[in-house]
């Protein structure tokens, strides 16, 4: 059992930055790939960037290529999300994921085993 807890979600404007964290809890943090998920208002879930158990692979959406970047802390139990550059179209609430024990990484919904809460964040213009 994983449980998962996001935090660092807030508004700020466009073009600020941001780092997201999630905390696990358990001791097998590190047999799991993680992911980051956002969801806005009526659209669906959908896949920001994944992470493999060692944190030797890494892979973004498009849309956020270049200005995100995914880590973790496996003695800290924790994964990061960092938000450069960001834009009104990434406000949304923020999940992130644990899963992926036999592929290796979370890119799809149906790969996340646990989920967390979710943070806000709220980008102006």
């Known amino acids: 059992q994983v449980q998962l807890v996001e935090s660092g979600g807030e508004l700020v404007q466009a073009g600020a930055s941001l780092r997201l964290s999630c905390a696990a809890s358990?001791?097998?943090?590190?047999?799991?790939?993680m992911g980051w998920f956002r969801q806005a208002p009526g659209k669906e879930r959908e896949f920001v960037a994944t992470?493999?158990?060692?944190?030797?692979?890494?892979s973004y959406a498009d849309s956020v290529k270049g200005r995100f970047t995914i880590s973790r802390d496996n003695a800290k139990n924790t994964v990061y999300l960092q938000m450069n550059s960001l834009k009104p179209d990434d406000t949304a609430v923020y999940y992130c994921?644990?899963?992926?024990?036999?592929?290796?990484?979370?890119?799809?919904?149906?790969?996340?085993?646990?989920w967390g809460q979710g943070t806000q964040v709220t980008v102006s213009s």
């Open positions: 358990g001791r097998t943090f590190s047999s799991y790939a």
């Open positions: 994921a644990a899963g992926g024990r036999t592929i290796g990484i979370v890119e799809h919904t149906n790969q996340a085993e646990y």
């Open positions: 992470i493999s158990w060692s944190g030797g692979y890494t």
